[in-house]
């Protein structure tokens, strides 16, 4: 059975900063794809990044990154340079043929961006 | 692009009475989830549609909720009767027919049972 874990329940960092959210996952498939979603307070869940099974390179999109340790099982992401309106929850999730390739989510860690 | 549409925002209602939650996905695209979301808790899949067939409703409670998907475009969920755990943002999802393709969600619809 797929599983991800996020160990942080919740997270500060000063503005412009750069911050890590951590994200191990446990699945037995070979083909799976990971995702980084943020949740602002509004409750809209918004597509930040993905990294495939398969993908040698590590993915970036603007300002987030995805740190992808395959051999570790984890998929971190990086959020450079951080914002104000950074402040949300973050859930990390994965999704894979064994699943149908429906999402499975972990807990969510809370980022809060000081000023 | 318009993303995807649901309605209502929110509801409240009292509990064993009966709710619906309607879902506009982005168009052309072939798959459409819903998914409950408990407060503090991250997003569980309830069920998913490819076109208008179901692929997985194994986490549906099929004694007081039901899903359709008209056309294989728009989709409602249907809660009767609801209970009070039944309190919980629901999010809808769609995706394009290829695999692995990342799902966009709609708003949600937050549901508080009293």
């Known amino acids: ?115 | 692009e318009a993303g995807v549409a649901q309605s209502p925002r929110y509801k409240i209602i009292e509990k064993r009475q009966s709710v619906a939650f309607w879902c506009n996905p982005i168009s052309g695209h072939a798959t459409l989830y819903w998914y409950q979301q408990i407060l503090g808790q991250g997003p569980k899949l309830l069920i998913q549609f490819q076109n208008n067939g179901v692929v997985d409703d194994s986490q549906l409670p099929k004694d007081r909720f039901s899903a359709e998907r008209l056309k294989g475009v728009d989709s409602t969920l249907k809660i009767q009767p609801a209970k009070l755990e039944d309190s919980a943002v629901y999010l809808c999802a769609s995706s394009s027919l290829a695999l692995q393709e990342t799902q966009y969600f709609g708003p949600g619809t937050r549901l508080l049972v009293l």
């Not at chain 1, 160990?7 to 994200?23: I, N, S």
């Not at chain 1, 099982?73 to 064994?98: E, H, P, T």
């Open chain 1, 1 to 115: 059975a797929q599983k991800i874990t996020q160990t942080q329940p919740g997270m500060f960092v000063q503005e412009k900063e750069a911050v890590t959210l951590d994200c191990t996952y446990d699945t037995s498939d070979q083909s799976y794809g990971l995702f980084w979603y943020k949740q602002p307070s509004s409750g809209e869940m918004i597509f930040l990044i993905y990294q495939g099974s398969y993908d040698e390179q590590n993915a970036t999109e603007g300002r987030y990154s995805l740190n992808f340790q395959k051999a570790r099982k984890s998929a971190n992401l990086v959020i450079s340079a951080s914002q104000l309106g950074d402040s949300a929850m973050y859930f990390c999730a994965m999704s894979s043929r064994d699943s149908s390739y429906k999402l499975i989510f972990g807990s969510g860690t809370r980022l809060l961006v000081r000023p």
